[in-house]
């Protein structure tokens, strides 16, 4: 079965750093998200994406937050400048007309 | 942000019986419901939905019911198998193509031999 693959599976970054979270898609999906957990809490939506566009994002998706789909295949979340609180683990998806498909996620740690 | 929740941090089965999960929302806006399972270190897998117009969806062992009246839903597993173990997440969106999904914070289903 296709499924969503994510990359690094952890990601350590100092306070401060620039980080880019990884997702192949499923392939002919079209519709494309991101969610996060932090440790303790509920997964929580960030943004979906669709024809090249964000099409909603959450009021945790702020400035500091970007997505890219720079090619065919991949899907990146990129956090400009990391905060402690940014740490959490980070979950790609996709879907067509189906439900979610979640990756196994990125740990990101913040120290 | 308490839209959905599951009452239940946990949840013990003896294998063989009925495990129910159970979840209730306050978002009247909410029209479809899903339940994903989470095994450590992946991420959540899509188990079975519903949509309002329905009050109770079955594949295989799963089945799920929906109370509209009483924003309740649940999910019924018989027979429960050790493969179960793992973390149960109600979810809810305003409508199906949305999937801008509102999870509640999970019950943690553990089936006993």
């Known amino acids: 079965e296709p499924e969503v693959t994510q990359t690094p599976s952890h990601q350590v970054t100092q306070m401060g750093q620039e980080v880019i979270l990884r997702c192949v898609p499923i392939?002919?999906?079209?519709?494309f998200y991101w969610y996060r957990q932090i440790l303790g809490q509920k997964v929580e939506f960030l943004v979906s994406?669709?024809?090249?566009?964000?099409?909603?994002k959450s009021e945790i998706f702020d400035d500091q937050f970007s997505v890219e789909r720079p090619d065919g295949s991949n899907f990146t979340l990129k956090i400009r400048s990391t905060k402690l609180e940014d740490s959490a683990m980070y979950f790609c998806?996709?879907?067509?007309?189906?439900?979610?498909?979640f990756g196994n996620g990125t740990r990101l740690t913040v120290t | 942000d308490q839209q959905v929740k599951q009452n239940s941090p946990s949840l013990s089965v003896q294998e063989g019986r009925i495990s129910i999960l159970n979840c209730d929302y306050t978002?009247?806006?909410?029209?479809?419901f899903l339940w994903y399972k989470k095994y450590p270190a992946e991420g959540p897998t899509f188990l079975i939905s519903?949509?309002?117009?329905?009050d109770k969806n079955e594949d295989g062992r799963f089945t799920v019911f929906l109370n509209k009246s009483a924003k309740h839903l649940s999910l019924h597993i018989v027979p429960s198998q050790p493969g179960d173990s793992a973390v149960y997440f109600c979810?809810?969106?305003?409508?199906?193509?949305?999937?801008?999904?509102?999870f509640g914070q999970g019950t943690r289903l553990t089936i006993n031999p």
């Open positions: 998806a996709s879907s067509g007309d189906s439900p979610l498909h």
């Open positions: 392939s002919n999906h079209l519709y």
């Open positions: 994406f669709y024809n090249n566009e964000i099409s909603e």
């Open positions: 978002n009247s806006m909410f029209d479809y």
């Open positions: 519903i949509s309002s117009i329905k």
């Open positions: 979810a809810a969106s305003a409508y199906k193509g949305a999937q801008k999904l509102v």
